[in-house]
């Protein structure tokens, strides 16, 4: 695969050739997802239970549940953490304080319109519960994949001032095919670099499997 997650500048093509999502996948999300094994070392990969899904995929989306959002409209679109809507695995490496986590999702709206969604909140203020956090999207080319829809974004989240201040940073891949959406996320805290071999290797990996479904 080429190296979508290392690219250096933005893209308004942000989506691969395609009309859109009209299909469905019959496999459950469940069968699809990667497996524990399919993580390299040092991750140590764990598949999320149902009750857990929802609060890790509001960590990706950079905006808490129930936070107010300026611009108004920029909150991300409602989600099913249905049994056959969202399922997810998070590896996790621990020395460097990193996760890489993938999601499957049931999506009937095209990926272009959720690409759309992003490109008009580039730089999002959120606010729940007196503390303010600021998320910046960088859209950037997207990955080369057999999918109807690709979409490859940089995002960080910062909160606090001075000495507490946080800054979480994102690279995360997404595919759609047919009805499933396909996710990678890398996450860390800090200026480090991301892992981009081991989040290209495993988001191919879930791309394939959804495709061979």
Same mark, same amino acid.
């Given at each position: 695969?080429?190296?979508?997650?290392?690219?250096?500048?933005?893209?308004?093509?942000?989506?691969?050739?395609?009309?859109?999502?009209?299909?469905?996948?019959?496999?459950?999300?469940?069968?699809?997802?990667?497996?524990?094994?399919?993580?390299?070392?040092?991750?140590?990969?764990?598949?999320?239970?149902?009750?857990?899904?929802?609060?890790?995929?509001?960590?990706?989306?950079?905006?808490?549940?129930?936070?107010?959002?300026?611009?108004?409209?920029?909150?991300?679109?409602?989600?099913?953490?249905?049994?056959?809507?969202?399922?997810? *695995?998070?590896?996790?490496?621990?020395?460097?304080?990193?996760? *890489?986590?993938?999601?499957?999702?049931?999506?009937?709206?095209?990926?272009?319109?959720?690409?759309?969604?992003?490109?008009?909140?580039?730089?999002?203020?959120?606010?729940?519960?007196?503390?303010?956090?600021?998320?910046?999207?960088?859209?950037?080319?997207?990955?080369?994949?057999?999918?109807?829809?690709?979409?490859?974004?940089?995002?960080?989240?910062?909160?606090?001032?001075?000495?507490?201040?946080?800054?979480?940073?994102?690279?995360?891949?997404?595919?759609? *095919?047919?009805?499933?959406?396909?996710?990678?996320?890398?996450?860390?805290?800090?200026?480090?670099?991301?892992?981009?071999?081991?989040?290209?290797?495993?988001?191919?990996?879930?791309?394939?499997?959804?495709?061979?479904?």
């Amino acid at each position: 695969m080429a190296g979508p997650a290392s690219a250096s500048g933005p893209s308004s093509a942000a989506a691969t050739d395609g009309s859109g999502e009209s299909g469905r996948v019959e496999a459950s999300l469940e069968s699809m997802l990667l497996t524990p094994e399919d993580f390299p070392a040092p991750y140590q990969a764990i598949v999320l239970p149902p009750h857990a899904v929802s609060q890790a995929a509001a960590d990706l989306d950079g905006i808490p549940p129930g936070a107010k959002v300026d611009p108004p409209g920029c909150k991300p679109p409602t989600q099913d953490y249905g049994p056959d809507a969202t399922a997810m *695995i998070v590896g996790t490496d621990n020395a460097n304080r990193s996760t *890489i986590s993938v999601e499957l999702m049931r999506s009937d709206s095209p990926l272009d319109k959720r690409i759309g969604e992003i490109e008009r909140c580039l730089e999002v203020t959120t606010t729940k519960d007196g503390a303010e956090a600021v998320v910046r999207t960088e859209i950037l080319p997207p990955p080369p994949l057999n999918a109807d829809r690709t979409l490859a974004m940089r995002q960080t989240v910062t909160s606090g001032q001075g000495p507490g201040k946080v800054t979480q940073s994102m690279l995360t891949l997404v595919a759609q *095919i047919d009805d499933v959406r396909v996710s990678a996320t890398y996450m860390s805290f800090g200026d480090g670099k991301p892992d981009t071999v081991v989040l290209d290797q495993v988001f191919t990996e879930a791309v394939q499997r959804v495709n061979a479904a």
